[in-house]
């Protein structure tokens, strides 16, 4: 899997891009049902999913700094001299199987994503 942009990520209007990479992430649209399938047309200013899908691309360029602070922490130091993972509280080096931290990463390294064409 390729890397994802590097960040931080910007949004101009519909449009949220690195600029580092010069590379657009996403562009803002609304979809719509159309029989079985779900299609995407361009968001425009005042439309009924504006707020929403501006409000979410708030979320989308904040991703890059979200990931660096989950990337960040990981083990705590104990009194005893050990160490805890801060999220799944597992005991250094490992991770509890269900470990949301470890999940996350996962997901953003493609592992065990889904991609639906
Ligand atoms: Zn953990």
Known sequence: MAEHSSG????TGTIIWSPSSKAVVCNLSEPYPDGYLVKHQELRLGSQGWDEAMANGSLVITAPALLALVEAVEWVHLAWGGMMCAWCKGIYPNHAP????????ARVRGEGNEVQA
């Open 8 to 11: 931080p990520w910007e949004q």
């Open 98 to 105: 269900d470990c949301r931290r470890q999940r996350a990463l």
